[in-house]
């Protein structure tokens, strides 16, 4: 879809090239959407939905913009105007049927070249909720924009019910592509930031690539190209990005421990988590103290971007050295010191990190340092409004990355739910299982005994 009618053409912005490149490494387009559902405890009035959907697409302009190829380059152009004049509406019978109904559209590929940048749909749900379902082109959306989208929509949808002013205006994601054109001031202080980065990341020299499943997949490849002193194996094989999603729920018990410490302790949610998995990772890998991750970072700071469409969150490399002397507070302190650092430093775009990545470590565009992209999602029972809601994601099929693990807090059910999207050509579903549940033991070996040293902990997990 090009422009027709005058309308002003730009290029992408930093963190829609992550998205553009993500594409290099897949043959499927649907790797790089978001699908995801909220179903909320109460009766809609989906002719109103539908109409607040409309006057959203008026307030949030992300889900105005289109993009074409312009030779070689992709570009991108917002419409003036824009209905969905129908939008679908399913009712369903079974837990297995909605998920298998939203699993294919999914996995099914916008044409996002031909202006299908989403698709909406509302339904009833098996057992009587009334939701949305939205799957969108990470090009115009990033997680971050799809709670902000459904907030305002349900914002919107109450306004027009009850009669009352609509909500406050949305931030205009073209004002961020904008900035971006152009902008040589910009471009210097992205550069220096860069360096800072990438300074910070290598000070420790050549890292190690920790999998799910320890040692075995960099063995095989060792084996398979016939390398014996290969140190990072051949994650990115665009023809092996076939993907499985799932989904594992930590008990109440558990969960409500998990409260508990994080009541009493000043200290967050990712990085507790996010210290079980790399606890329980360095025992499956020999238990190396030296590990990098992905971290999504939502670079949404002021208030203006976080009532604001578009896709701005970009990964970020958490580079943690543990020593296994170190007791588990001890080690979540010093991780609250690196996300600091991190978030300081997090307007380097991806594309910068991952040249810099390939000419650090001294490897191929089919390799990567990071083996696990993390993120923990800070929803809870006040993201809309206070309206009691459960949140779902699904399986797209195909991926980029070796695995993508996903947090949340659930709110209708107050537990912990953990979703692994997995490449098949590295780890099995078995192997995730048997991953997950070592998390766990080593999450509550944790918390439990905050002050045993991380070596204490392996032992034990």
Known sequence: ???????????????????????????????TQIPMSIAFDEELDFALLARAVNVEIERNDCLR??????????????????RLEKIRLKEFRTKEEQEAYFDKDASTELKVFQGETFRIAFFRAWDGKCGIFLNASHMIMDFGATFIFIKDLMEVYDSLKNGSPMPKPMGRYEDEIIKEQDN??????LK?????????????????????NGTKTLEKHRRLFRMKNLRIPFVYMPLNDKTHLIKEYLSEEASREIDAFLANNPVSAEWLIQLAFRTYLAKLNNQPNDMLFWVLCPRRKTVKEKRMGGTLASPVPWREVLPGSLTFRQALEQMGETQGFLFRHSDTPYTTIRASELKRFHITLLQSANSVMFSFLPINDKTFGGRKYSFAGYNF????????AITVRE??????????????????????????AGVVRALLAGIRSPEKTLEEIMEVI
């Open 1 to 31: 879809m090009r422009p027709q009618n005058g309308e002003t053409v730009y290029r992408l912005i930093h963190s829609q090239e992550m998205v553009q490149y993500m594409w290099r490494y897949t043959l499927h387009i649907q790797a």
């Open 65 to 82: 913009l289109r993009i074409f190829r312009d030779g070689l380059r992709i570009k991108q152009f917002f419409l003036k105007e824009y």
């Open 397 to 404: 099929g195909h991926y980029v990355m070796p695995v993508y």
């Open 411 to 436: 709110p209708n059910s107050e537990r912990y739910v953990f979703t692994y999207i997995h490449r098949l050509w590295l780890t099995t579903d078995e192997e995730v299982h048997s991953f997950h």
């Open 184 to 189: 040589p001031a910009l471009e210097e202080h």
């Open 192 to 212: 220096q930031e860069g360096q800072i980065l990438d300074d910070w990341v290598a000070k420790e020299g050549p890292t190690f690539f920790p999998m799910m």
